[in-house]
């Protein structure tokens, strides 16, 4: 038995569609709707194998965890459109600008640790999508960078989903392949 909603899933992927318009994934041609959809896939295949979970949370803040940080909708659209817990768990999965880059990441995850366990599961997503091949302008360095946010990710996150922290290490692990590229 499935513990998310059809319906809910079509109406934060139409938002999201609307809200990512015309933005696409960095570094490609690809609609922006590609990594969404892909992070929202991660949570669905995590909720098809963990049971107590709310699915509906999960998908809505999957697909629309990067409309804060990255559109121009205010949290107050969202608040009246998807109500306050999503709201709540997309604003945690929001990093500050206002903070120096090498604190963003804590301050994120120490917000998200906050949140309930299926807004922790959309990071880990986030993350084991975002370890695709990397751009190819992407230095070394960047990449071990990269590599070990998503260490300190992991290390704060995989209480929530074993299915998704497996994953999450396997890309990890794999990550190194790129550095030599």
């Known amino acids: 038995m499935t513990s998310w909603s059809q319906d809910v899933y079509i109406k934060a992927l139409l938002f999201a569609a609307n809200a990512h318009n015309s933005q696409k994934v960095p570094g490609t041609e690809l609609p922006y709707l590609t990594h969404l959809t892909m992070v929202s896939m991660e949570v669905t295949a995590a909720l098809a194998v963990e049971e107590g979970l709310d699915g509906n949370l999960a998908i809505l803040c999957a697909l629309l965890h990067d409309v804060l940080e990255d559109t121009s909708v205010a949290y107050e659209a969202l608040l009246e459109i998807f109500g306050e817990t999503v709201t709540n768990g997309v604003q945690a999965l929001t990093k500050h600008d206002g903070l120096p880059k090498h604190e963003k990441m804590a301050d994120s995850l120490a917000r998200i640790q906050q949140q309930p366990r299926e807004v ?18 992407w230095t070394t360095e960047k990449m071990q960078s990269y590599q070990q946010e998503a260490q300190q990710i992991y290390a704060a996150l995989h209480g929530a989903s074993p299915f998704l922290a497996t994953r999450l290490q396997q890309k990890i692990d794999n990550y190194d392949q790129y550095f030599s590229r």
């Open 120 to 137: 922790w599961m959309v990071k880990l997503a986030d993350r084991i999508t975002n370890l695709q091949p990397p751009p190819n302008h």
